[in-house]
């Protein structure tokens, strides 16, 4: 009896020991099936991954609806929008003086949301292009946003608005174009930056890039506040197609025809520097600095169309 308790219990062990060893070995081979089957996961996502990216980066690259054009020195986004498919375009600008003309902005999301309604508008041979905010910061101090706003949203502080007038360097926009340009501008009756040298920020350096890439057909910019349309002159004399542009857009709108600005001394101005590159652009004061007159303004564009449709 003695020996039989001890062979069983042999045998238990040797048992035990058997299946042990056997789930051991079943333990590590299903360990690493199941790491071979995480790792292909993790890869496969990876990889899912670098589709989506991939897919988002070609769908912004094919969206030419609209499009960044630089960054303002606190790193705003310039935005253009871009309406048709022709070859010719055709510039709107708004914006350049911020939130001191913040209706200016206005008007060019105006026009944005005009021509997506009226696309068809537009000749086969032309693309248009707003870019509502050219001083991003400077609208911002005065309206909290880069992004399309409503009258409610401006600051009233006079003193908020004229800050707005300027980007963040402090620097007047409008007198850091190489024409005629000098470090100390004037407006008005007040000196201004000019910056440090012509295109020395980031904002006026953008539309130069944009400009002499693209070649504008013709460039409308509005500011205000006077109820004028301007020629643009760069000592070269005004090309005959800036005439007859701001011909056509003072007859059409009801504003006022006039020549070369000569309120005060004016030093690197962006639209004659435009007439220095050879393109034909036109300066188109509101009235008011609070009213955008989108009737007259839509007028004046569908004058402009008309001309390029002909």
Known sequence: MKYFLIILLAFLLVSAAVYYFINQEQQTYTKEETGVEIATSTEQAEVKKEEIATTTKTESVNNKSESVIGKSIQGNEIKAFHFGNGTKELLFIGGIHGGYSWNTALVGFEAIDWF??????????????????????GLKKVTGTTEKFTASQVNQSSTVQTEGRFNANGVDLNRNFACEWQATGMWQD??????????????????????????????????????????SDCQKGILPETQTLTDLYAKASGYK????????????????????????????????????????NQAGIEAILKHYTE
Do not use: R
């Open 116 to 137: 997506k309604k009226n696309n068809s508008i537009i000749p086969k041979d032309v693309k248009v292009t707003v870019i509502p905010i050219l001083n991003p910061d």
């Open 190 to 231: 007040k000196e201004v930056s000019g910056g440090k040298e012509a295109f020395s920020e980031p904002e006026a350096q953008a539309i130069k890039n944009y400009v002499t890439k693209n070649k504008p057909l013709a460039i409308v910019t509005w500011y205000s506040a006077e109820g004028s349309v301007y020629t």
């Open 257 to 296: 025809s006039e020549k070369n600005f000569d309120h005060y001394a004016l030093t690197g101005d962006m639209v004659n520097w435009f007439a220095s590159q050879n393109i034909p652009a036109i300066s188109v004061l509101l009235t008011t600095h609070d009213q955008t007159e989108w009737n007259k």
